[in-house]
């Protein structure tokens, strides 16, 4: 069946540090990848999507593209902050119901 | 506009005691989905409703979950004889129809501690 894979955490940095947050997926046909975000003590939100190969989806700075050929969906940003600091959660969705990954915990320092 | 909330934010209740999760979806949405966070499974998809209807159960993780959903809006998950693996944080979000390319929106959780 469908699944996605996500590094495990935590990732910890310094404020400003580059970050990426690898993904991979199995699916069959063309499924809609997602990154969502938790953060402390708030519900989950969407952070950027992308719908078909070699779309770049981008929020808040952090930015990931869907690639066909590798299977993946790696989140990236430049320059991570404090307040980035979250659980973030790679998924897909090939009909109606969301998969996720396990979820990846980020905290960064000043 | 308000999102999608959810009653209670906490449960915690004994082994083998039913428990009732409500869900309240943003008004106007057709689609609702139950998720469930728990330590050792992480986020996994538990069932949706398109309108009153469920068309995939395909998550719930035994007959002692069920779900229903009456006037296309409020929804009610129930857990008969609870067990302490269901202890966990019970997602329910939304969407504006179903299908991949509409947006979910996620409710807060609730929050079930069976003891």
């Known amino acids: 069946g469908d699944s996605v894979t996500q590094m495990e955490g935590p990732v910890t940095l310094s404020e400003e540090a580059f970050l990426t947050i690898n993904c991979t997926y199995t699916a069959t046909g063309y499924p809609s990848l997602f990154w969502y975000v938790q953060y402390p003590g708030e519900g989950l939100q969407l952070l950027l999507k992308?719908?078909?190969?070699?779309d770049k989806g981008s929020n808040k700075g952090f930015e990931a593209t869907y690639r066909k050929e590798t299977t993946s969906f790696h989140l990236e940003k430049g320059s991570v902050q404090v307040s980035d600091s979250a659980v973030y959660f790679c998924a897909l969705r090939n009909t109606d119901k969301l998969i996720f990954g396990t979820g990846t915990r980020l905290q960064v320092f000043p | 506009g308000a999102g999608v909330s959810q009653s209670p934010s906490n449960k915690v209740t004994e082994k083998g005691k039913d428990v009732e999760l409500r869900c309240d979806p943003i008004s106007g949405h057709t689609a609702l989905y139950w998720y469930r966070q728990s330590l050792g499974q992480g986020l996994e998809f538990l069932i949706y409703f398109q309108g009153n209807s469920a068309p995939d159960k395909s998550g719930l993780p035994s007959d002692r979950f069920s779900a229903e959903r009456t006037g296309g809006s409020v929804s009610t998950l129930t857990i008969q004889r609870t067990q302490q693996e269901d202890s966990a944080v019970y997602l329910c979000a939304s969407s504006l129809k179903r299908g991949e390319y509409n947006e979910q929106f996620f409710g807060p959780g609730t929050r079930l501690t069976v003891l």
């Open positions: 992308a719908t078909k190969a070699d």
